[in-house]
C-alpha cells in the first residue's frame, strides 16, 4: 500500500532554511486525484496546515507562512518537498507530510511518521 | 490561532458515550465539509470521519460525525481505554484559501 516518509535534518540553525522530502512509496505520486501536504505539530499544540502542491505544480499556501514557504514535487523521484526560510524557534515542531484527497477541499486520508526539526539559537 | 474552536478536554467512563463540538463560522464549516482526526499519543494523525459523517474503511462504527449550520460534532459511544487520544476537526476556509483544523480535545477515559 502507498506510504509517506519523511526525510530531513533534525536540528537547523536559527535564520536558515528547513528542509524537508517526503517519499511516496507503494505507488506514483502522479496517479490519482491527489495532492500533497505538509502539516506541522509544535510539541503539545495543535495541527497547522503549511501548504500543498498538486503535481501539475499548482500550491495553495498558509497565509501566514506564505512569504517564507516553497513546496515543489519531482515526480521522477516520487518526492514533494518543503523549504521554509529564515526559521525560528518558533518553527521547532513535527512536520508530516500528508496525501489530499476527495476534492480541492478535501481531506488527508494518508499520513507519514512526521519528524521533529527543531531549530537552536 | 485557529479558526475552528473544540473544547480542551472531554472525558467519560467506559462504555459511556461523549461528544466533542467544533465551532466555526460560515467561511469555513458553514461552507464546507468537515473532517475529524485521531491522533493517538506519540503518532501521526489518522483519518477518523470525513465529508461531515462518512466513515472510513476500518474505522469502528462507535464513531459518529454530524453538522448543523457553522457547527460540528464527533461523538464516541461505547467508550473504550483505546479512544484516548486528540481529536482534530478539520475544514476548508474559503476566506483563508487553505486548510484549518481546531484546536483540538484531548479525550480521556476514566
Known amino acids: 500500500q502507498v506510504q509517506l516518509q519523511e526525510s530531513g535534518p533534525g536540528l537547523v540553525k536559527s535564520s536558515q532554511t528547513l528542509s524537508l522530502t517526503c517519499t511516496v512509496s507503494g505507488g506514483s505520486i502522479s496517479s490519482g486525484s491527489y495532492y500533497w501536504s505538509w502539516i506541522r505539530q509544535p510539541a503539545g499544540k495543535g495541527l497547522e496546515w503549511i501548504g500543498r502542491?498538486?503535481?501539475?505544480?499548482?500550491?495553495n499556501y498558509n497565509p501566514s507562512l506564505k512569504s517564507r514557504v516553497t513546496i515543489s514535487v519531482d515526480t521522477s523521484k516520487n518526492q514533494f518537498s518543503l523549504k521554509l526560510s529564515s526559521v525560528t524557534a518558533a518553527d521547532t515542531a513535527v512536520y508530516y507530510c500528508?496525501?489530499?484527497?476527495?476534492?480541492?477541499?478535501?481531506?488527508?486520508?494518508?499520513w507519514g511518521r512526521g519528524t521533529l526539526v527543531t531549530v537552536s539559537s | 490561532q485557529s479558526v475552528l474552536t473544540q473544547p480542551p478536554s472531554v472525558s467519560a467512563a467506559p462504555r459511556q458515550r461523549v461528544t466533542i463540538s467544533c465551532s466555526g463560522s460560515?467561511?469555513?464549516?458553514?461552507?464546507?465539509?468537515v473532517h475529524w482526526y485521531q491522533q493517538l499519543p506519540g503518532k501521526a494523525p489518522k483519518l477518523l470521519i470525513y465529508?461531515?459523517?462518512l466513515l472510513p474503511s476500518g474505522v469502528s462504527d462507535r464513531f459518529s460525525g454530524s453538522k448543523s449550520g457553522t457547527s460540528a460534532s464527533l461523538a464516541i459511544s461505547g467508550l473504550q481505554s483505546e479512544d484516548e487520544a486528540d481529536y482534530y476537526c478539520?475544514?476548508?476556509?474559503?476566506?483563508?484559501?487553505?486548510?484549518?483544523f481546531g484546536t483540538g480535545t484531548k479525550v480521556t477515559v476514566l
Open positions: 465529508y461531515d459523517d
Open positions: 478539520a475544514t476548508w476556509d474559503d476566506s483563508l484559501n487553505g486548510h484549518v
Open positions: 502542491i498538486y503535481t501539475s505544480g499548482s500550491t
Open positions: 500528508a496525501r489530499g484527497t476527495g476534492t480541492t477541499l478535501g481531506y488527508f486520508d494518508l
Open positions: 460560515s467561511s469555513n464549516i458553514g461552507n464546507n465539509a
